[in-house]
């Protein structure tokens, strides 16, 4: 049997859904959870072979993303697939780079659903028809940044990346901007993934090139 993990902060839509996997021959619902912290917890006590992801958590500095990655580097075999209403490049990404493995939007039918979890369950890659596209081209190297990518940040991001750029730590910053580390640090992930830079030394070069950093 195939056991999997639901993660959402909607009760109606996380029951739905696991009502509807838990109908499929060969899938059992081994649990949900409905926060970023519960659904770390829950892999490590439950051990599904898929998550069905929802990126937008309900509480202020959760993040899908971030149970992502830290779910994966817990339990690596885990297989990740996103299903949120996010459709934009910075969230695709971003989940991308976290490791998982498909990315549904939530109105996608059933049987894509279906066939979307047997799929990440046996190591393959599948998106949706909505983010294929541009996901692909990320995939293959071909994105590249948008001319305007600094400006697609938001006005917090700006702030801590200027932080970043004149040498202050994740600690410091926090301090500086009144928000926890674990905010900070989602704020930087948003900003690697809008710049598509592959670490903090190249954000901080291409801030510095924007004018950021100043005195």
Excluded: W
Aim: charged share 20%; net charge neutral; proline share 4%.
């Amino acid at each position: 049997m195939l056991r999997v993990l639901v993660v959402d902060d909607h009760p109606v839509f996380r029951m739905g859904m696991a009502a509807l996997l838990g109908s499929l021959a060969g899938i059992v619902v081994a649990g949900e959870a409905d926060t970023a912290d519960g659904a770390v917890a829950a892999v490590t006590a439950l051990r599904p072979d898929v998550v069905v992801m929802d990126l937008h958590l309900g509480e202020p500095a959760a993040s899908g993303v971030e149970a992502t990655r830290e779910i994966l580097r817990l339990r690596p075999g885990t297989a990740v697939l996103v299903v949120t209403m996010l459709d934009d490049d910075a969230s695709v990404f971003a989940s991308v780079r976290a490791g998982a493995r498909g990315y549904l939007l939530k109105g996608a039918g059933p049987a894509e659903v279906e066939r979307a979890v047997r799929a990440v369950a046996n190591d393959e890659v599948i998106l949706g028809s909505a983010v294929a596209g541009r996901a692909v081209a990320y995939l293959t190297g071909a994105a590249v940044p948008a001319p305007d990518a600094m400006g697609a940040l938001t006005a917090r991001e700006r702030e801590v990346l200027d932080l970043v750029a004149r040498g202050l730590d994740n600690r410091a910053v926090s301090r500086h901007v009144v928000l926890s580390q674990k905010t900070v640090r989602n704020h930087l992930s948003n900003i690697l993934t809008k710049l598509q830079a592959a670490s903090r030394g190249e954000v901080i070069v291409r801030a510095r090139r924007a004018g950021l950093s100043g005195p």
